[in-house]
């Protein structure tokens, strides 16, 4: 069965944990958006959220830097401050991509005991149906140079894109990531948030294809690491004219929610 | 330029596991506002970096090969546990 519903949605922490030096009203505008997104998911009625996500080096650090990895345990857990996030992963999806990826071509890593990173969690605790769905988490790695290519990200996606189509449950795709934002570096306070606007027409036009001949130095400029898993998940929805259903620019953080159709 | 986020020079490990710790284990930050000092000698960091931490100053963290992200995270999260009531919960 076909893809049901493919978004792309911020995680920044701050969403989740405001401090005073975030806008509230700012935030709440991106909680609006990504409670759209909730709607969204509980018409598509999937069964399962398959969700690319860039590791904080939190499940990974340096003792192993898989490129793109799939996370096969039986739940999904992580901490936040005081939240605590437990998900069910949906194992037969979760084993198909690891074995077709692999046969595919992409030397896929895949863990059973990875402690859940926020990229994950922060958009689901906003846009998760009130019945919970499954989850199936894949990672790309976007801090920690050298990270894979946005060609790479995008064959995947391409492929990861077969492997859904293929399988019998309602499939829902979701990127977790961006857009421009600098954490910890002196260009915190100044993302590039001309490279956002410019992303987001194109996007909108269905070009999401050239993000494909980006350089990973042009993703470092621009504060944009992270559009590594956009970028998978454009290579899984094609054409498809994105519908940005918010952009919200805060002091130092692109947020971004967009939708598909698929 | 070098990059924004740069390979991680194998020698700062030491300051980067530290880093990690403190963004993940909650136990460790927990030791570390009690001790600091101490903390750091168990995880056996060098004079430089014990300095640099003391003050967790970003520019000269990042000097000594500190991951940016890390040195970002860990001081949010050890902001969260010291000013607990400064942040809302959603």
């Known amino acids: 069965m076909p893809l049901v519903a493919a978004f792309a949605c911020p995680h920044t922490p701050q969403l989740l944990v405001r401090p005073p030096t975030e806008d509230r009203a700012l935030v709440l505008r991106v909680h609006e958006a990504l409670g759209e997104v909730k709607r969204r998911l509980s018409a598509a009625r999937a069964d399962v959220i398959v969700l690319v996500a860039g590791d904080h080096i939190e499940g990974f650090f340096l003792n192993a830097v898989p490129a793109l990895a799939v996370y096969v345990g039986a739940r999904a857990a992580g901490e936040f401050g005081r939240y605590r996030y437990a998900f069910d992963v949906h194992e037969p999806v979760a084993r198909a991509i690891v074995e077709q990826g692999i046969e595919a071509g992409f030397d896929l890593a895949y863990s059973q005991q990875l402690p859940l990173d926020y990229a994950f969690y922060v958009p689901l605790h906003f846009a998760m149906p009130a019945v919970a769905v499954p989850i199936v988490p894949l990672y790309v790695n976007v801090y920690l140079p050298p990270q894979p290519t946005p060609r790479r990200c995008h064959a995947w996606g391409a492929a990861l894109r077969t492997i859904l189509d293929a399988r019998a449950e309602r499939v829902a795709l979701i990127a977790s990531g961006g857009l421009s934002h600098f954490p910890g570096t002196e260009r915190y306070g100044t993302p590039d948030f001309d490279f956002d606007r410019a992303l987001l027409a194109a996007l909108a036009e269905g070009r999401g294809a050239e993000t494909a001949r980006l350089t990973g130095e042009e993703l470092d400029k621009a504060g944009n690491v992270e559009l590594r898993t956009w970028i998978t998940l454009l290579g899984a929805v094609g054409a498809a004219r994105a519908e940005v259903l918010c952009y919200e620019p805060s002091w130092h953080h692109g947020n971004a929610v967009v939708a598909w159709p698929v | ?90």
């Open chain 2, 1 to 90: 330029m070098d990059a924004h986020y740069f390979f991680p020079p194998a020698a700062a490990f030491p300051l980067n596991r530290f880093l990690f710790a403190l963004k993940s284990d909650a136990a460790v930050r927990a030791r570390y506002a009690k001790d600091g000092e101490a903390t750091m000698r168990e995880h056996g960091l060098d004079d430089a970096t014990r300095a640099a931490l003391a003050t967790f100053d970003r520019e000269r963290l990042v000097g000594l090969g500190a991951h940016p992200y890390l040195v970002f995270m860990a001081q949010v999260r050890l902001t969260m546990d010291r000013e607990p009531t400064t942040f809302e919960y959603f």
